[in-house]
């Protein structure tokens, strides 16, 4: 029998001849992801922090961190992007001390690795094999292996002087997330932070790449993703989440992750094994 270390792993090496703005946009995921710039003229933002990007450094984004690239001008870009879900239980090969570099952080802090902390790029090796393993368990092997090194790089990350730029939008984001499953309006926030809507949707979609209304409902939907893989119904949890009413949940959802409330309760919730 061939252990399955983790539950989904999705890779890719990308490049693109003449990246557009409009090619990139804010989004969450609602599994764990490793980003690794190779090449281009781009910055990196995550729930507010702006990072500075050069050849081989990697940004980490837990689940539901919202992030988008911050294109600098038109030059070929490049990257490698690594997606996956752990497993439920620690295993010969996985121990939940391979998430703390995700985990065990305020959101949106200390997602950069840089490169040049380490020098020799091995980190990109391990990606590449990633990338081009034909077999789910090589995939796992090399990924935890990777996770493995960046755990142990954890502590010096955090003490390193980061390179980022939060302004105003890092403390309404984190307002947001704060309040995300109350009331929330655009004018409720504008008021809190003493800025009118249009200026609080301006230089809130200059540093995220999205609306506010966009976020708040992003962050809200996978929240409700969540609780339904844990067996919440979705008729009592679209008001945990925040929303209003039903049927605007239930639009939001499908639109979201092409598949309704109900039908992906169906599909991921597993009941206890007793």
């Known amino acids: 029998m061939i252990l399955q270390i983790f539950k989904q792993i999705k890779a890719s090496n990308t490049l693109s001849w003449e990246p557009r703005e409009n090619d990139f946009w804010m989004h969450t995921h609602d599994d764990y992801e490793i980003y690794c710039f190779l090449f281009g ?44 879900t752990p497993p439920a239980e620690e295993n010969g090969v996985f121990s939940s001390k391979m998430m703390i570099p995700f985990v065990n952080r305020p959101l949106g802090r200390h997602n950069r690795y840089p490169a040049a902390v380490f020098g020799d790029f091995h980190w990109q090796y391990y990606l590449e094999k990633i990338c081009d393993a034909k077999e789910e368990r090589s ?97 009592e949890i679209y008001q945990q989440c925040g929303f209003g009413d039903y049927a605007t949940f239930y639009r939001a959802y499908r639109r979201q992750f092409g598949i309704t409330p109900k039908n992906d309760r169906v599909l991921t919730w597993k009941p206890a094994n007793h």
């Open 41 to 84: 003229d781009a910055k990196y933002a995550v729930e507010g922090s702006i990072y500075s990007l050069k050849p081989g450094d990697l940004i980490l984004m837990r689940r539901s961190e919202a992030h988008h690239l911050l294109l600098q001008s038109s030059a070929p870009y490049r990257r490698m992007t690594v997606n996956f």
């Open 139 to 235: 995939r796992s092997i090399y990924l935890a292996a990777l996770l493995e090194e960046l755990s142990d790089q954890f502590g010096k990350m955090c003490s390193c002087e980061e390179e980022q730029v939060a302004d105003q939008s890092a403390d309404i984001i984190g307002y947001i997330n704060r309040h995300l499953t109350e009331p929330l309006s655009l004018e409720r926030i504008s008021e809190r932070f003493y800025l009118s809507k249009s200026q609080l949707n301006r230089k809130f979609k200059q540093a995220n790449g999205s609306t506010v209304w966009e976020y708040i409902t992003a962050k809200r939907l996978l929240m409700a993703k969540e609780l339904l893989e844990h067996g919440g119904r979705p008729t």
